[in-house]
Every structure is written in C-alpha cells, then in structure tokens.
C-alpha cells in the first residue's frame, strides 16, 4: 500500500489529468483488445482439441499424455544388427534424392508411449532430457522435415540412449512397429551406453534389422566402418559447470588420473607409477563419506583432500581416460572441456567421429599393456605439441562434445558426408580450429609445378585514356618471345578505343607520369589497405626483402652469354 | 487513484496477453501444417501429420554416472584376462591387430621385416619379385628372423586365379611347412587377383590363418578394419622404382576439358559386375559425356551379344582411349569383374579426377588416403545422376581434386616400390602407435613416406606444414661448421667465419662439428662469441656426420658451412630471411647444375656459370633441421657408405633428397665476388675442387643416386633471390644489405 500510495500521489504529476472521455474510451479499447485476446486462445484451444487427439496431446506437454501404444507379445521381433551392413548394402540411398543443397532430410516420429499387455512401460526412465535435447535440435535444424514421405533418414522418439533402462526385447517390438520401419533402413539409432553386465557388449544389444546406430563405445568388432558412427558418451557436467577456458599452456600436474571406477589391477598400475614420479601424478578416487548420486560426481579425493570435479582437470596437462567395463568414458568428455590431454588406453576403441576427427592431433593413444609407460612415453612429447593438443582438445569438444546438439547435427554431417560425397565437409573444416581457419594459407594451386615455356604467357593491359604510353606498352611488350596473347582492356566509356596500328600516334595525349607519386592517390590506395584488411580481418600481405634476379645478373660475365642480359639497363 | 487504475488495466491486459501466447498462441503456425490428417491410422497412435516436438520441463538425465557404478560391479573380471582372451576369440575374419598380431615381436628391435629365401624351384612373378626386392632395398628389411617384426612369403601369392599362368598350386602344403609360419601371425600376404569366373570370390584357395592381407579389389565385407591394407591393382609393366610422373604440367583455368566425363573399356553381358556397365549407354551422350563399351571379349562374346553390341562397337572404335584420358575432366572407374580396375591408376595419372562406381570397394590404402580430395565416389544405384553430379562440382573444387590425384600417384602409387612401402608405413603406423602419422601427414605434400613420424609427431617440426597451420619457422638459426683441418692460427678462414656467423642477429647458436684427426683444440681457442659456440667431435670423422640430426640443434633452420667459406655477416642475414619464406627447400650460395650427356647416355655434372642451377651446395646453405634427419634415416646405408669412403658428394646427395621431397630446386641468393674467387681460388679445400679425380667421382656419384631414386629428382631453376634494391640505382644508404654490394 505504501508504493502504490506513492505512485499515486506521484500519478498526477507525470501522467496530465484525463478527461472522463478519455477514460471511458480507453477503458473499452482495453476491454475490446481483452475480450478479442481471450476469444482468440479460446478459439486456439478449443476446434483442434476435438479435431485430432494426437497431434495436441503433445501441448499439454507432459510424457504421459503422449500416445500409449500397447504391444501385444507376440509382435514381430527385428532381426539382430547385421554386421555386414554398409551404405550400398541396407541403406536404401534413393530416398535421399539428388538436390541442388546436398543436405539429407531427417525425420522425428512423434512421441509415443510403449507398454506391454500389463501396461508397464518398456522403459524405466522414458524419455531423457539428453534425448529430448537431441531430438529438438534436429528438429531445429536444416536436416529436419515434418514430411514423413520426403525423409531420407527416420529418427525414432524411442529413447535408447542408455540400455540398462530398457526392456531389450520390447524396445525392439517397439521400433519394428515404426509405421516406416521397413526392416530398419534408413532408421538411425542413438546408444551412449551399450551392453549390460556381466559381459558388457560394445554396441547396443536390442535388435535392429538394418538401422544405423550412432553409438558411444564402439569396439572395433563392433562397429561397421562407414555404417554406424561413433558418438561420444555425453557428460552432463558440461552444461552443468560453468568453467572459464583455460589458455594451452604449462600446468601444475603433467598426468591426472579422476575416474573413479578404475579396475584395481590398473589402478595399482597407477599408484606405482604414482610412487616413481610423485608429484606430477595426482592420482584421484571418489570420496568416501560421500553419497553417490550427483553431488558426489562433483567431487575428488586423494588421502582425505577434497578436489571439484571437473575443475581440478584444467590444472593438468594430460589426463587418463581408462577404460572401464564400457569402452567409452562420459570422462572423455570433461578432459576435452578442461583442454587436458587425453590419455586413452581402451584397446580397440573406436574413438568419436574417428571417421572425420584427426585424434592423433588432439590425444595420445596407449595401448592397455603399456600403462606402466605411460609417463616415458608422455615426457617425450614436446612442450609446443602438447600446447596445440591442448587447444585442439578444448577445440573438439566445444564444436562437437559440448552438448547434444552438438553430437546429434555432427552425426547427421557426418552421415550427410557419406551419401553426397562430393559435398562433404573437408579435414580442414572437420580439425582446424577457428584461429587456424584465420591464419592458415591454403593455396589453391598447392601442386609444385614448374609449367612448361611453350604455351608461353597472355599480357593483360588495363588502359584509361593514355594512349601513347599504351601503345609504348604494346611495342615493348610484342618483342617478348614467349608472349602467346596480348588483351587491352579499353577502361573507358566515354572514349572508343583507337582502331588498328595505324593510330599508333595519339597527338592529344598528355603524359601525366608521375600519377603514383601523387599524394591523394598514395592516400586513396593507403585507405584501400586499411578497408581491405578489415574484410578480410587480417593482413594477409607478407612482407620480403628479396626479388628475383636471372641467376648471373649484374655478374662480372659476359652479357652475351646471359639468357636476359638486358635486364636492369634502364 | 484514476492513474493507478490505468496502470492496472494495462498491466492486466498485457499480463493476459503474454499469457495467451505461452498457452496457445505460438502454437497457431505449426498446428496448421499437415493437411491430410484423417487418412492412414491404420497404425496404431499414428497419423502422418503428427510431428515430434519438444517437451520442456524437467525430464531424468539419462545418468553415465551409472556407468561408474556398473563398472564397480564388474571389478572381478581381470582387463589382463579380458585381453588375452581376445585372440583366442576374434580369428578368421574377425581378425584385428588386437586379437591376431603379436606386438611384443616389434618391441625390441622396431619395426623389421623378414622376407622368407628363395626355395628351389619356386617360380616368381616379375610383379611379385619386385615387390620381395623393393622390402630388400627398404630400411625395414633384416635377414634375421629372430630380429623380424612381419614376415613376408617368398610364395608367390599374387595371383589366386586358378585360370590363370601365374597361378601356384599346392600353397596350402608349402606355407604349412614354413618353420616360422606360426598360425600366420605376424604375416603378411600380397595378393592382386582373387577367385575366377564366375563368382569371383574374394577367397585366396589357402587358409591364410592369421596373416594380414595387402589386397587389390577388397571388399568392405571382407576387409579387415585395421588389420588387411587395400591395395591398388597394379600391372606387370608397373615399375619397380622411380616410377613415371603425372601427366599434370600445369594447371588451366578454368579447369574444364574438352570432355566432361569418360570411359572405355569392356562389357561383359552377363554375370557378376556386369549391370553397370551395361548401363553406361543411358548417359553417353557422345559429345562431353563419352562412355563406350565394346562386347568384344574372350572368345564365344557374340553368344551373349544383345541388340546394342553392334551399335556400341563400332562407337567404341571412334576413339581413341590415350586421346580421352587426357582430354577429360573426368573418368569414370566402374567396376569390371572384380572390384578394382586399372582404370583407377591410369585415371590417377593422367589427372583426370576418377569417379568410382564400384559399391563396397575399399578404396586403395583407405585406411590413410582421404579419397573425397582426389575422386568422387559415385554410387552403383545412382548411375543416371552421375553426370548431374559432376557438372555441379565446382570449378575451384575441380581445380584442387585434379592436382590431388597428382599428389597421390607420385606419393604413393607410381612404383611398386611406393605401393610396398606405404602398405608397410601404414603397419608400422598401427605397431608404433604413439608415434604414427596423422591424417594431415599422409594427405598433404609430401606425404607420409617423407614425413616420419619418429622425428616428430608434432606438424610443427616439418618443414610442410607452416602455411597450412599458419604459423611460421622458429627466427632462429644454428650455424654448423665442418671442420676438418687443425687449429694453426687465429687468422684461419674458420675463425674468421665464426665470428661473422655468430655475429648474425638470427644466430642462436654456432656448432663446430670436429672431424679432423688431431685431437679438440681447448676451449679458449676458439673466439669468443656472443651466442653459445658447441664443439662436438665427429664420431667417426665421416662426412656424413654432418648431417647427423644433432639433439642439440634447437632451431628449425641449419646454416650448413665448410670450414673454409667465406661470407660476411649481412649475407647471412639476408640468406636466412630468403629462408623464412621457404622453409622446405634449400638456401644457398654456389650452385652447380646437372645435364643428360645424351654421348655417354649419363647423367653429367657441372661447375660452369651457366644460366641456371639445380643444386647449391651445402658448404654455404640454410636448409631444414628435418633434413638432416631424413638423410641419415630415410635414404640407404649403401649411398651414404659410398659418400663417406669418397668424402665427397654429401652435398649432391642432400640436394637429390631435398629436391625429391619439395619436388622444386634449391635456392641460390646472391653472394659477394670475393667469396666467389675463394671458392675457386686458393684455400684448402680448393686443391679438392681442382682435382680432376674429386670432379669425375661427383659425375659417378650423380648417376648412381639417381639410380637409387629411379629418376633424377633435381630440377632446374634460372632465378636468383637478391635485395629487393640490389644494383639498383639509389643511394647504398637506403640499402639494408648494402655490404653484399662491396666490394
């Protein structure tokens, strides 16, 4: 009460008193708009709601209102993934068409609930944010459309991110009753964790005719090389930790070891490693007095001393990635966050997007047995490389780690790449970092070749008005042996160019010489310069301090035996 | 009151009209797409026009911190047992380095090949007997199996068409008698042809059990990721080194040629690989698109013939395939029986971009080669789009694919050499895992069997990359002096060159490399400098020494210098910034050139001013550090033997080298005429050069390194870097390298 008796008391003086007209008009003016506000939404809610069930279900935006489809038991089973499934063998490239953007067209199926015929769901968690995250990015993306019949990649709302919260063999009756399954072509599947205990299968056991799996902990016995694609494991620590990006540069410890299921065998490997080299390892495992869950997923300890997780990675130079039961780490994640190093020693791992990600540039790969030298092996590698493998870590992870956007549009790129070829993103756009893209020279004519003299050389002469300086131009330049072609280009509307040779006396023109040296023309080309590296948001001119001479010029030799003696006699 | 009654009204009305659009009003445009909605429910919650959309709200995380606890659970199983249990488990065509290659036999003595003796009686292809000698003559060879890290079959197993004359039979009983055959492992098995009509099976008729396959034609079914290499079918008549250049001599632009798109070759009718080429006719077009085929083949052809095979023989005819190959942008590579064809070299010379049509062929070394830079890969099923696909290439693209296949053919393909040393890099690669190539090395000039990764696996540390990474060389360089006389006096040529070398500002450190008999001189003696001066004793006095890749070189650039030379400081300076701007060649001041002495059908040399050069010599030359690596690794202990017994030609040999990696001559910067006459003139080494014997044993050492090339790698250069305002007519004054004027 007391501020609105302020502001009243404060009304009169900044808004004039209003006629009781005034008032009365704007009174219905506001109640108009109102009431046509209100009538409109009602208008919004009401037809559509009688009209179709199933596609307004979905605005009342909860899980549980999506479509509940019952699976009988006895509905069809798809076949286990075939490992012999490449591109031109279970992928049906005719639904993707020729087009003028080379850009596949992917498909979304609405969100639809499956319960067996007891009605418990086939999933314990339903849809996950990741995968809700991942599906809207799509959806957000120039792959996506609404055109089920246009579509050359089918996305199924089927959450299989992680398969220890599926009932394999319902999960699998699910997707077989996919109105476009077709035995799983063009289908593409998501998996971050594949395989279950006791013996962890690298890639995702629910069986899935020809559907492609993107799938996080390939081994090579698994993967299809050129079918599926190997995804990371998402951290979800990484939208969750803000961190500020640490610049590539010396740390305070070389190796770091903060995963906290490491097999014993390996980590009693780690402690002796530890135990020879001391300060330089730290060597951390979960804490005990604390809960699992996610506050414990944030934090470290070594000998009582509590470190935060993920922010003790930025203080070291290289990080461990180890295997655990599963052959990819959610941790691979945080390393490249922090630009730690990888250290990965997970024998026959696919690592993500092997197919376009230089990693030999970014990581450093151990074979398992070779975990006792790992330090050898790391101290040999010189200060300045692992600074660039540093900044080519942070580099991967912000543009294709960071969030399930991220992972979910690399994956279709990368799918993209195979079916138009021709069009695919390069080993430069794929690995090199923006500063790289700035400063990096790619020449287009990068082949050294020295052409050959014969088909000699073309003049182009750019001309204004001067004609006699030209036609000094054309008489000079003739004499020259090698010249094949000479082409004047007439820079002038309002005069015709002189015709034929014998014009080769232009009594009205003027030398005017000496034009470069004048001072509004230095001035003009110096603004040049300056527009011109602003575009280009750099200064791609190098300066040198030498020219090329003919190899005996200005020698103490005899001119006639020079091949360009005249060179330099002005 | 009046004011605050309006401010509530407006608030109340602005309130409900944010609170529609979050209900419903944002929804209007999407809800109005998908217009046939009654139709097909014939599936159970599903209609066509339904789409996915969003949830917001909360929903679980899908939880990998549940990969920690599963991983707990699992803590019995041994990753010790795990792994050894591979190998018994993934064999055959599971096979992976992992599970079938013994690592620990490359542990002690590096990667080492053995190559199995000769048995009597056995008979080799010329193909495969190149192959065996191109391992022979390769740093990887030893002749102890007990040392050997892969073993190679003195068994021709080249060609597994049991139609075929080269075929062997009995394979079977004489690998298993092999005393180190061992199950295969740690093998390698080279093989062009596989199975015969009409199946054509990729099976070589032996149990190759856990040996590697270096394969032509491979299918991706078949191919072993990791563990077979793929590679390229390669005729009789390849050569065994050296190996012809591409066709490219320079680029046109823009790129196009008279044809768009050609193709001659075979058809067979019927039978396995037989659709796509009897395809072809639907996108001749007979003017930029020209696509024959002829049905002439074997003996009973006109049997299978179809109504078409007239009309496309006698347009086979019309042509000629050589007049084609050279005359087209692009060249079709469909595949013939087998997956492979020589078409795909053959199109890889003559810079005519191949586009593939040949589904599940493993592309040659795919395992290293980014074939999207240098062919496109077509599809089988998507024939009739073909044409429409390559003229949508654009013109830059063309451009950059055309000289890439000229990269790769002379990079890895021109020889069976190249082919044998790749496929042996590509293993070495997955042995030596920490220290292997990246992508970059093998698919940028000059490639991976000039860039070694136990140099460095670091890109910086070449002298390649620096413009692709956009960085540049160190600024700095170390001076190594050769010295091969003794101290007498403090006037000696060396110290005075020392002093002026040291004097440089781009001078980090001086090393005088001692390869004279007489024992080091004490440390006084030498002159006092403002940069570090390292002596080091030549270990065997050899002159190769010289070209040891020294720890203790910490820069990029090496100013290499004979005792005896004479240069002032500005010359230095001016050579090493000429240097800056290539880093890959070699910077120098004396140049030689070499000629065809078309009498004696040999290679001549000469030290005659003449108005080019193709070497410049190493007594006064700024190179890469990386160069002094690849000379005592990458070339033959033979050449270098033969260089140190002569203590002569080290420099034509770094020249021959140099040029054979960047393909382009050496440098020559303008130098001072009084270094000139001493180079002549009177010092020690001058006796060397005058000696009728030291100049016909450089003319001997030129042709036998360009045998051991297979080709004369230099390459001719008429220009001279000088100061931008060298001779010119102002003021010295203005001159930064004024001195290298004086006299």
Redesign the interface.
């Given at each position: 009460m007391y501020t609105?008796g302020k502001?009243?008391s404060r009304?009169?003086a900044?808004?004039p008193?209003?006629k009781t007209k005034h008032?009365i008009y704007?009174?219905t003016l506001?109640s108009v708009?109102?009431l046509g506000?209100?009538a409109?939404?009602m208008f919004?809610?009401w037809p559509?709601s009688i009209?179709?069930t199933?596609?307004?279900t979905?605005?009342k935006?909860?899980?549980h209102d999506a479509?509940?489809?019952?699976l009988p038991v006895s509905s069809p089973i798809p076949e286990r993934g075939d490992l012999?499934c490449?591109m031109?063998?279970c992928f049906d490239?005719?639904r993707c068409g020729?087009n003028?953007k080379n850009r596949i067209k992917v498909y979304?199926?609405?969100?639809?609930r499956f319960v067996d015929e007891l009605g418990v769901p086939i999933s314990s968690?339903?849809?996950?944010?990741?995968?809700?995250?991942l599906?809207?990015a799509i959806?957000d993306s120039d792959f996506y459309t609404?055109d089920?019949t246009r579509a050359c990649l089918f996305i199924p709302?089927i959450?299989v991110?992680?398969q220890?919260?599926l009932r394999i063999r319902e999960t699998a009756q699910a997707l077989a009753?996919l109105?476009r399954w077709d035995k799983g072509m063009n289908h593409l599947l998501f998996n971050?964790?594949p395989g279950?205990?006791?013996d962890?299968n690298t890639a995702l056991d629910v069986p899935r005719d020809r559907a492609l799996l993107a799938g996080g902990g390939f081994s090579?016995?698994t993967?299809r090389?050129?079918y599926d694609v190997s995804i990371p494991?998402?951290?979800?620590l990484s939208a969750d930790v803000e961190q500020p990006e640490k610049q590539p540069g010396p740390r305070r410890y070389f190796i770091l070891s903060s995963?906290?299921?490491?097999?014993?065998?390996?980590r009693a490997e780690l402690e002796r490693l530890k135990e020879e080299n001391g300060e330089a390892l730290l060597l951390l495992d979960?804490c005990s007095n604390l809960s699992?869950?996610?506050a414990s997923?944030r934090k470290r300890c070594y000998k009582g001393q509590v470190y935060d997780y993920p922010q003790i990675l930025q203080e070291s130079s290289f990080c461990v990635v180890l295997?655990?039961?599963?052959l990819g780490?959610?941790a691979l994640s945080d390393v490249l966050q922090a630009g730690c190093v990888p250290v990965i020693l997970a024998?026959?791992y696919i690592l993500p997007f092997s197919e376009v990600l230089?990693w030999?540039?970014a990581s450093?790969?151990?074979?398992?047995?070779k975990l006792s030298e790992m330090y050898t092996?790391l101290k040999s590698?010189?200060h300045?490389?692992v600074e660039?493998m540093q900044r080519q870590a942070h580099w991967f992870w912000e543009a294709y780690f960071s969030s399930m956007k991220a992972i979910g549009l690399t994956t279709l790129q990368i799918i993209n790449?195979r079916i138009y070829?021709?069009a695919?993103r390069?080993?430069e756009q794929w690995?090199n970092p923006p500063?790289?893209k700035?400063?990096?020279?790619?020449?287009?004519?990068?082949?050294?070749?020295?052409?050959?003299r014969a088909?000699g050389f073309t003049a182009v002469v750019l001309t204004y008005d001067r004609v006699e300086s030209l036609f000094r131009v054309i008489t000079e330049i003739s004499k020259v042996p090698s010249l094949a072609k000479l082409l004047v280009v007439w820079n002038n509307q309002n005069k015709s160019p002189p015709e034929g040779e014998k014009k080769f006396k232009c009594p009205e023109c003027t030398a005017i010489d000496g034009l470069s040296l004048d001072q509004t023309h230095m001035v003009e080309r110096s603004e040049c310069i300056n527009k011109f590296a602003s575009v280009f948001g750099t200064m791609p001119l190098?300066v040198?301090?030498?020219?090329?001479?003919?190899?005996?010029?200005?020698?103490?030799?005899p001119e006639k035996?020079?091949?360009?003696p005249n060179i330099?006699s002005? | 009151m009046q004011a605050k009654k309006r401010y509530l009204l407006l608030f109340s009305a602005g309130a409900c009209l944010v609170l529609l659009f979050c209900f419903g009003g944002i929804q209007v445009p999407l809800s109005r797409r998908g217009p046939s909605r009654r139709d097909d429910r014939s599936l159970a919650g599903y209609h066509p026009g339904a789409r996915w959309r969003p949830l917001p709200g909360y929903l679980q995380p899908f939880s990998p911190w549940e990969q920690d606890r599963s991983d707990d659970l699992n803590e019995h199983i041994s990753p010790r047992q795990k792994r050894d249990t591979l190998s018994g488990l993934y064999t055959g065509k599971r096979c992976r380095m992992e599970s079938c290659f013994d690592f620990s036999l490359c542990e002690r003595n590096g990667f080492k090949v053995y190559v199995y003796p000769q048995q009597k009686g056995e008979k080799l292809s010329d193909s495969y007997q190149n192959i065996l000698s191109s391992i022979e003559g390769s740093r990887f060879y030893t002749p102890d199996p007990g040392q050997a890290c892969l073993f190679v079959l003195s068994l021709d197993t080249l060609d597994r068409d049991q139609l075929s004359p080269q075929y062997v039979h009995n394979l079977k009983a004489k690998i298993q008698s092999l005393p180190l055959w061992n199950g295969g492992k740690n093998h390698i098995i080279f093989n062009l042809y596989s199975g015969t009509w009409p199946d054509y099976t990729e099976d070589l008729g032996f149990d190759i059990g856990l040996a590697m396959l270096a394969k032509a034609s491979i299918s991706t079914e078949n191919f072993r990721p990791n563990f077979d290499v793929s590679i390229p079918l390669f005729s009789k008549d390849h050569p065994r080194t050296g190996g012809e250049r591409g066709y490219l001599k320079h680029n046109t632009i823009p790129p196009y040629r008279k044809y768009m798109l050609v193709f001659k070759g075979k058809r067979y009718l019927t039978g396995i690989g037989s659709d796509t080429r009897n395809a072809l006719y639907h996108v001749h077009n007979s003017e930029d698109v020209v696509l024959l085929t002829t049905c002439k083949h074997g003996k009973d052809w006109q049997k299978h013939k179809d109504t078409r095979c007239d009309r496309d023989n006698t347009e086979y005819d019309k042509y000629d395939y050589r007049e084609m190959l050279y005359n087209s942008t692009f060249c079709l590579v469909p595949r013939g029986r087998r997956l492979g064809s020589f078409r795909f070299l053959e199109a890889l010379q003559a810079a005519c971009v191949p586009v593939m049509l040949s589904n599940g062929w493993e592309l040659p070394f795919s395992e290293i080669i980014d074939w999207n830079t240098a062919a496109v890969i077509g599809d089988e099923r998507l024939l009739l789009q073909i044409p429409s696909t390559v003229r949508s290439i654009h013109q830059d693209k063309i451009l950059s694919l055309r000289q890439q296949t000229q990269f790769l053919w002379e990079a890895y393909f021109n020889s069976v050499e190249k082919i044998v040393l790749t496929t042996l890099e590509i293993i070495q690669d997955r042995v030596l895992l920490h220290t292997s190539r990246s992508n970059l090395m093998w698919n940028c000039l000059p490639g991976g069997l000039f860039t070694l990764p136990q140099y460095s696996t670091h890109l910086r540390d070449f002298p390649f990359y620096y413009a692709k990474l956009g960085i540049k060389p160190h600024p700095k360089f170390t001076a190594i002096i050769h010295v091969v006389t003794p101290l007498v006096s403090q006037s000696q040529p060396v110290m005075k060159l020392l002093v002026a070398v040291a004097k440089s500002q781009y001078c980090a450190q001086v090393m005088v490399l001692w390869n004279c008999d007489k024992p080091l001189p004490a440390k006084q003696r030498w002159p006092a400098t403002s940069v570090p001066v390292i002596v080091i004793e030549g270990e065997s006095k050899v002159i190769s020494s010289r070209f040891l890749p020294y720890d203790t070189i910490p820069t990029d650039a090496v100013l290499s210098l004979d005792e005896d030379t004479v240069l002032s400081t500005t010359e230095v300076d001016f050579a090493f910034t000429v240097w800056q701007s290539f880093p890959d060649r070699i910077v120098g001041y004396p140049a030689r050139s070499h000629f065809w002495d078309s009498n004696k059908e040999r290679w001549g040399y000469t030290s005659k001013w003449t108005n080019d050069y193709s070497m410049v010599l190493t007594g006064a030359a700024i190179y890469h550090r990386y160069y002094h690596y690849l000379y005592t690794t990458y070339l033959p202990a033979s050449l270098k033997t033969m260089v140190d017994q002569m203590s002569n030609c080290e420099d034509i040999l770094m020249n021959f080298l140099v040029s054979s990696v960047s393909k382009l001559p050496p440098i020559k910067v303008t130098q001072k005429k009084q270094y000139k006459e001493t180079m002549m003139g009177q010092s020690s080494r001058a006796s060397r050069w005058a000696d009728p014997d030291h100049f016909a044993q450089r003319q001997t050492c030129m042709n036998k390194f360009a045998s051991w090339f297979g080709t004369m790698p230099l390459v001719h250069s008429q220009m001279r870097l000088d100061p931008v305002l060298f001779k010119d007519q102002v003021s010295i004054l203005r001159k930064k390298y004024r001195d290298i004027e004086r006299l």
């Open positions: 609105s502001y009243s009304g009169p900044l808004i008193r209003m008032r704007y009174i506001f708009v109102l506000l209100i409109t939404g919004q809610f559509h009209e179709s199933a596609d307004w979905l605005d935006r909860s899980v479509p509940l489809i019952r012999s490449r031109h063998t490239v005719y020729y003028p979304i199926y609405p969100l639809q968690t339903g849809l996950s944010r990741e995968y809700n995250d599906l809207s959806s609404d089920i709302s959450d991110l992680n220890n919260s009753m109105p971050m964790l279950g205990p006791p962890y090579t016995w993967y090389q050129g494991v998402y951290s979800p995963q906290t299921a490491i097999h014993r065998e390996y979960k699992q869950g996610a997923a295997r655990g039961a599963r780490q959610a024998d026959s230089d030999k540039r450093v790969v151990i074979p398992e047995e092996i590698i010189p300045r490389q660039e790449d070829p021709y695919a390069t080993y690995n500063v790289v700035w400063s990096s020279v790619n020449s287009p004519l990068f082949l050294p070749l020295i052409p050959p088909p190098k040198v301090e030498h020219r090329a001479d003919p190899v005996l010029y200005k020698d103490d030799f035996l020079k091949s360009f330099g002005l | -």
